[in-house]
């Protein structure tokens, strides 16, 4: 399947992303105002222009989005708060669709806040989390759950986002994982794509794609060895991907392996989503009946695209189109 192929099947597609649905802030200062403060003579940090983008999750169906798949929705959760009002706008503004977000009143949303130097551009101040620590709440894990369950069949591909980075809070809990394995088996056709930072050996019978840091990670505290073959075979997944960077991803199946190169991006701009813009490409080229290497490759030249942009970028069907008659393939 080409990429002209692939491209033209998008809008008739439809893609559902479950788990931590993230808003990130973007924050400029201008460090001209960084007077002391009277009170506490601590510098204050003048922040004078805010952009707010989709993150996490967020950051996938915004790409889906823009590669221009027909209906892009997503399954989370968000608190009543400014934050999550900003989050809700700022998918709907994507034309994504934000009314599976379930509305926790005591949840502070999942945001991530970056402060960017006005004068030179760059993020040059620790980052503000706004995270969760707490178990998700019996009655909204279960409710995650049931709607994950009725939703499936009304979307092409399935896309997993298990962004949290500690062990309780966030979304993709042990019951949301067993509902994801039940519903892969029950529908094998279906693309259920996964990509978890911290755990994708605690998932089943789905595809996963962790980078190599993550895959590596993983195979140590399962075997005590880096081995993809005998993670894949644990995880009962049909594909494993392990993304490397600029230099490819590997497919693990169970006929073997296989290496997809990449074309060397020189001085990327920002390697930031770089995994999730992969992602939304891959696993929609698989929906539209791309092979797996097809899918590597086509996931491959969507980031390529946008990790020459600043922050979380994404790439639409026509920069991916020109990218790829620009290269030849």
Same mark, same amino acid.
């Given at each position: 399947? &080409? @990429?002209?192929?692939? %491209? /033209? *099947? #998008? ?5 559902? $992303?479950? !788990?931590?649905?993230?808003? =990130? ?33 967020? &950051? @996938?169906?915004?790409? %889906? /989005? *823009? #590669? ?5 929705? $997503?399954? !989370?959760?968000?608190?009543? =708060? ?248």
């Amino acid at each position: 399947m &080409t @990429v002209p192929e692939i %491209l /033209a *099947a #998008l809008p008739a597609l439809s893609a559902l $992303v479950v !788990g931590d649905i993230c808003l =990130d802030r973007w924050c400029t200062y201008d460090p001209a105002t960084a007077e002391p403060s009277r009170e506490t003579g601590i510098p204050r940090i003048g922040v004078v222009r805010t952009e707010v983008t989709p993150g996490a999750g967020g &950051t @996938v169906a915004n790409n %889906l /989005a *823009a #590669l221009g798949v027909g209906r892009v929705a $997503v399954l !989370g959760v968000a608190g009543e =708060d400014g934050f999550g009002f900003e989050l809700r706008r700022a998918l709907e503004a994507r034309r994504i669709r934000a009314k599976h977000l379930v509305t926790v009143p005591d949840l502070q949303t999942f945001t991530y806040t970056k402060v960017i130097n006005g004068v030179t551009g760059v993020e040059d101040h620790p980052r503000l989390d706004f995270i969760s620590t707490r178990p998700l709440a019996g009655d909204v894990e279960q409710r995650i759950a049931a709607d994950l369950g009725t939703l499936a069949s009304q979307f092409d591909a399935i896309l997993v986002a298990d962004q949290a980075e500690t062990d309780q809070g966030g979304v993709v809990t042990p019951a949301v994982r067993e509902a994801i394995a039940e519903l892969a088996a029950r529908t094998p056709g279906k693309v259920f794509w996964v990509d978890s930072r911290m755990r994708p050996e605690l998932f089943r019978r789905v595809i996963v794609k962790p980078n190599r840091q993550e895959a590596d990670a993983a195979c140590l505290r399962r075997f005590g060895r880096v081995d993809y073959q005998a993670l894949r075979r644990e995880i009962e997944a049909p594909l494993l991907v392990v993304t490397h960077g600029g230099d490819g991803a590997l497919l693990v199946t169970a006929d073997g392996e296989q290496w997809i190169k990449t074309r060397k991006v020189v001085r990327p701009v920002d390697i930031c989503g770089a995994g999730d813009s992969f992602s939304a490409g891959a696993a929609m080229a698989l929906a539209a009946g791309g092979s797996p290497a097809q899918a590597a490759r086509f996931g491959n030249l969507v980031a390529s695209i946008t990790i020459m942009k600043k922050g979380t970028g994404t790439a639409s069907s026509e920069e991916v189109f020109e990218a790829h008659e620009h290269a030849g393939d």
